[in-house]
């Protein structure tokens, strides 16, 4: 899929990524390499579809330059990814699988 967005330093870019879960409200992408911003805004084409995101956390792999990232979307639509809704049960999915608890406690205050 196409993301798109700034990263740390401010630059403009519009990469290729690819999905590793996904939620009704959220998705977990791989193949990023790019450092990105907790909270930032990013958009994903997916199907010809274009959806907006916020960044809600950021792993690092170590020893490649990738990144896994989290992402919240900005607005419920109605059966993004275009599966069942029914599919998935609330209670039980979290947000684009879960950060590690080391990242959650350093990421900084919505501004």
């Known amino acids: ?32 390499r790019r ?13 010809n579809r274009k959806m907006e995101f916020r960044v809600a956390w950021i792993q690092k792999l170590k020893g490649v330059s990738e990144y896994h990232i989290g992402l919240q979307a900005l ?18 999915v979290p947000l684009a699988s879960p950060a590690p608890a080391e990242m959650l406690a350093a990421a900084p205050a919505p501004a």
Do not use: C
């Open 1 to 32: 899929m196409k993301v798109k967005g700034k990263d740390v330093a401010g630059k403009s870019f519009e990469d290729m990524a690819h999905t590793l879960d996904i939620t009704p409200t959220g998705v977990k992408l791989g193949s990023v």
């Open 35 to 47: 450092e990105l911003k907790i909270h930032d805004p990013i958009t994903l084409w997916y199907r």
């Open 75 to 92: 607005a419920q639509e109605k059966d993004i990814w275009g599966l069942n809704p029914a599919d998935f049960k609330m209670n039980d």
